[in-house]
């Protein structure tokens, strides 16, 4: 049986993996220069890398860390040691801890709300958003300032572009609130030791010359008998195809036949989120007493952690522009991104000398990924698209971290699915 594999994240390569081990003869289409998808690594000093993708990991991530062990990666722990630094109109600007200089009792209310939401026995509205959401439910303004900073560093969503069901959603396949907000014994307890872009190539350096890059598909053709994948001048011919893409890629996509139900539709949003890393040549933050960890209610950081190369060699501080103003920045120039970035940094960390370096990788315009963490599901989106997320198109099958019911948006999801799917075209294809 022959598998074409279209996407070399770690959903495609997963998937790769296990349809090779399992005696399939696997070709990997990738439309970028590099494997990885949504996981990227920048190098900022001699053997010192960043990630400018996915990045964190907790001990409810299995599957990842399973794969890790194979590939002999570690995870290292994330440093949140010392004050936090905050910009949010009023209040002190430098505290201990992570919980922001607002009215204790507004944030509380409003995430019993949103727990109450996330395991409540009535299914949340998909019709409604969640920035309507809060207008109705968040009547103090503390609450509805916080809001939105909070979806856009859990989900990199702009409030008014995805349903209640959607955030609903999120949270839930996450392991909730507390696990996805929450370093220490949470999602972002962790670190790939080196960097979340290996995890990819070492998968594609088992599969070698099976994976081909530069080599976006177009067309996918199963008129025939077999199937018959399009890549430019390319034509690939398998039993099965892994379309293991996000879902505005996969619905760009020519598909002969025509597909039952779409993948997206026009109100599919693009993960909101611009990653801005400003290289030191150490943490001098440290030295000050701060953690890093910074939260701000204007732009263009809405929050700043501490990534810094365990081993050394480089201090290096990560903004996160996501939400609505991710759409802003990705607009600019980048000479004006730099300016802003800088900006705002010599106000939270006023004592910091200038950084050596600044990175900025602009998720929102990436051709071939169209966002990120994950897309996100505008009002209507999971009744019209949550039945089929999973259903095979004939030959074609879906991957992606967005046809996970666990862990969405993450590495996780996207492991889990490459393992489901593999799963699927083995039984299914094998019957035919």
């Known amino acids: 049986m022959r598998v074409v594999v279209v996407g070399a994240g770690l959903a495609g390569l997963t998937a790769a993996t296990d349809l090779d081990a399992a005696g399939a003869d696997v070709v990997v289409l990738e439309?970028?220069?590099?494997?990885?998808?949504?996981?990227?690594?920048?190098?900022?000093?001699?053997?010192?890398?960043v990630d400018a993708g996915a990045a964190y990991l907790g001990d409810r991530h299995t599957e990842l860390h399973k794969l890790m062990a194979g590939l002999g990666l570690s995870a290292t722990p994330t440093a949140m040691r010392g004050d936090s630094r905050f910009a949010l109109g009023h209040g002190g600007k430098t505290r201990a801890g992570r919980f922001p200089p607002l009215n204790a009792v507004a944030l509380g209310e409003?995430?019993?709300l949103l727990h109450d939401l996330t395991y409540g026995p009535d299914t949340p509205s998909d019709t409604m958003t969640a920035a309507d959401w809060a207008a109705a439910n968040l009547p103090h303004p503390d609450a509805r300032l916080f809001f939105p900073l909070f979806l856009g560093e859990m989900m990199a969503a702009d409030p008014a572009a995805i349903s209640v069901r959607h955030m609903a959603f999120y949270l839930r396949s996450?392991?909730?609130i507390r696990y996805l907000n929450a370093f220490e014994g949470g999602a972002q307890q962790d670190r790939v030791l080196g960097g979340a872009h290996q995890v990819a190539e070492?998968?594609?350096e088992q599969l070698g010359d099976r994976v081909r890059l530069a080599r976006p598909v177009h067309a996918v053709d199963q008129s025939g008998g077999r199937v018959v994948v399009e890549s430019g001048d390319l034509r690939v011919t398998g039993d099965a195809v892994v379309m293991a893409v996000p879902p505005l890629l996969a619905e760009a996509v020519d598909y002969r036949p025509g597909r039952p139900a779409p993948r997206a539709t026009a109100v599919t949003g693009?993960?909101?989120?611009?990653k801005a890393q400003l290289v030191y040549d150490r943490p001098y933050w440290q030295e000050q007493g701060l953690s890093g960890w910074s939260v701000s209610a204007t732009g263009p950081?809405?929050?700043?952690?501490d990534d810094s190369p365990p081993q050394g060699g480089a201090g290096v501080l990560t903004g996160f522009v996501t939400g609505a103003e991710a759409y802003r920045f990705a607009g600019l120039t980048p000479a004006a991104r730099e300016a802003g970035v800088l900006r705002q940094v010599r106000e939270l960390f006023p004592q910091l000398p200038p950084p050596v370096a600044v990175h900025v990788t602009d998720w929102v315009n990436e051709p071939y990924s169209k966002g990120c963490y994950a897309a996100v599901f505008g009002p209507g989106d999971w009744t019209r698209l949550g039945p089929h997320l999973t259903t095979p198109h004939g030959r074609v099958h879906w991957a992606g971290t967005e046809t996970s019911t666990e862990f969405f948006g993450l590495m996780e999801g996207a492991i889990r699915s490459g393992h489901r799917v593999a799963a699927e075209v083995l039984?299914?294809?094998g019957k035919q």
Do not use: K, N
């Open 301 to 305: 950081l809405l929050s700043t952690v």
């Open 270 to 274: 693009r993960g909101c989120a611009v």
């Open 110 to 112: 409003m995430f019993d």
């Open 427 to 429: 039984s299914l294809e």
């Open 31 to 49: 439309a970028r220069d590099r494997v990885g998808g949504r996981t990227h690594g920048i190098e900022v000093a001699p053997g010192a890398w």
């Open 202 to 204: 070492r998968l594609a």
């Open 174 to 176: 996450g392991g909730g």
